[in-house]
């Protein structure tokens, strides 16, 4: 019998290979807007691209309109 392999992907490499829709934060909301900081100055992304992880995609989850 193998042993199992756990491995996890931090959420910068999901972001960077389209693998992120949504970041969200349990308790501490400004988690969010701290990581796309975060994401932004270590250059995964822009932030207007990062942005819609926030904001956009979430409502959409949600089922909310989103104002154009």
């Known amino acids: 019998m193998r042993p199992a392999i756990i491995a996890s992907i931090g959420a910068p490499d999901m972001i960077r290979e389209g693998l992120c829709d ?3 934060s349990d308790y501490y ?3 969010m807007l701290l990581g796309l900081a975060r994401l932004k100055s270590d250059g995964i992304a822009p932030l207007h691209a ?19």
């Open 50 to 68: 990062l942005w819609p992880l926030v904001s956009d995609n979430p409502a959409r989850a949600l089922g909310s309109p989103i104002a154009a």
């Open 29 to 31: 909301y400004p988690a």
């Open 22 to 24: 949504i970041l969200a």
